[in-house]
């Protein structure tokens, strides 16, 4: 009996080492998100209906039947699954398992709420404004401006201070939805015509939802790839935990005429007024 129990314990300890937990993936390597997915994966890993739903958008078979099992477990039929998911792409390229979990999370059937809570996503647009607004005065020291019109565009905010002798101007472009990216190219020209620099701000649901909707899953760098040539900063914002990571940096090439202009309208509108 003894002999029986020591069998069943060293095969229950040595399964316990093979689980695989989030940790163990390619994460450095995933680019769907924009940022590093650790924190993302570290907030799915505390949502057990959120694994048993990623695993059924995987196509795990089996995955109702670990609904009560631990939350390690959960993790390690994820991680399997996302990896033979990823190694059975019809290609000679694969995606990265740690993206296959991301896109998973942002189309199974679990509630909105929790799907931002989990993917650092917002409901709408509007709700990334006074973010970015705070963000822009306090870490840049710069004062900001809601809907500002530039050329025949309108910038969500348009960020400006005069430092000591210089001046400086950045345009904030927001977007939360896929739909809307097709005027990226019209908006960012004409915010570069007037303005020191131009940032398009996103959450890493919306960058997720991109990386899916374009099919982009083999190369999700070329969605900052693309806005780079534009001369658009990228900047993701992940509103569950308040942080700004800057991506890929924009270039400056603005018209003196139209940056006067600008500057002149901002300069002599009052606080709180829209310019």
Known sequence: M??????????????????RTFASMPISRSRAAGVPPGRILERLAKRRDAMVATGRELGHPHIRQYADRSLADLQHQLVVTAKHWSETWPGDWMPNAADALLLAVSRCEIPDDVRHWILGGVPSEADLADPVARHLESEHNLRVKYEVNIGSRRADLVAFERPFISRKMIAVELKNRHESCEWLPGQVKAYRLATDETWVVMTPQCKIEIVAAEDAMLDPSVIPARLQRLGAALVIYDATDKSFHRVVEGQGSYDPNQYDELWTRLSNVPEGAVA
Do not use: D, K
């Not at 003894?2 to 080492?17: D, G, K, N, P, S």
């Open 2 to 19: 003894r002999a029986i129990l020591t069998i069943r314990r060293r095969f229950v300890q040595r399964r316990r080492m093979t689980l």
